[in-house]
């Protein structure tokens, strides 16, 4: 019997999934893997609980497996794309490089969404980037250039843009409660202290305070809703970016003859209502029916058929 295993290496959880042909038998979940941001040796702990952990379900030993595929950020820079097939071989063995694909994270998610289909995915989780396909197979991308420079309405940018927030509520001597609620997140009492520790070095775990802003926002905090409708906006905007660009390589006219549709993944559009239906709104706004379907996008699901078809 042939197995195969599927992985979405997030930057905040890895999930994975061990299935044959038609069944699946575990999956797992473990914190993020991203060599970017945690390093080597982190993501190496990761992948290998992980896989552990299917494998152990299933009572099924990892140099059984035929073929795995990971998505991950970063996959395109070749050196980090062969530390983790690197660290992947550790367990699958010594003829791993051979059944190992190491792709993007967007790769696997419109995979998830529209098998070889055209369409457009929007990731928002730690991270963020807006990927398309048109009808000939070329391809689109707009953001997620990284923390430092991109990633817009991302959880890290939400979280970074939280602190600005802050900042420019005590500027204009306004109130709001995402203040107490971001001090006490990072365990600090003054505003002196977290100017200092929004400007260390290394950064600190800006996508901590998403769920903060949600709360805050839940809570009827005007400034934290704002906050999440900006980051529904420039999802929007990055989306279409990619459609227009998709759009203006077609035979005809118009976004909508490429026929796309528009899939969703990420765990500030599956946390936060507000951002789902703002992003909706701008999308239709700007491309009056276009699908955008609702229901969040497996990624993993996208990796498991990949690694099926190797």
Known sequence: MAYYLGIDGGGTKTRCVLADETTVFARSMTGGCSVLRFGEQKAREALHAAIHQVCDASKISPDKIRAVCIGVTGAARPAIAEKIRGILSELIGESAPAKIEVVGDHEIALEAAFGERPGVIVIAGTGSIVYGRDAVGQ??????????????????WIGRRAISVVLNARDQGLYTAVTAMVL????????????????????????????????????????????????????????????????????????????????????????????????????????????????LVDPVQGALARARRR
Not at 139 to 156: C, I, K, L, P, Q
Not at 204 to 225: C, E, N, S
């Open 184 to 295: 006490d997140a990072w365990k600090i009492a003054t505003i002196d202290e977290l100017v200092q520790q929004a400007n260390s070095t290394p950064p600190p775990d800006f996508p901590r305070l998403f769920p903060v802003v949600l709360r805050a926002a839940d809570a009827g905090d005007t400034v934290a809703l704002a906050l999440l409708s900006d980051a529904a906006t420039k999802l929007a905007e990055l989306t279409a970016i990619v459609i227009r660009r998709l759009a203006s390589r077609a035979v005809t006219d118009g976004p909508m003859a490429s026929g796309l549709s528009v899939a969703i993944t990420g765990s500030v559009f599956r946390q936060s209502s507000c951002v789902r239906e703002v992003f909706y709104n701008e999308l239709q706004s700007s491309f009056p029916g276009l699908d955008v379907r609702q229901d």
């Open 139 to 156: 391809s689109a991308r707009a953001g997620g250039w990284g923390f430092a420079v991109s990633d817009e309405g991302s959880g890290h």
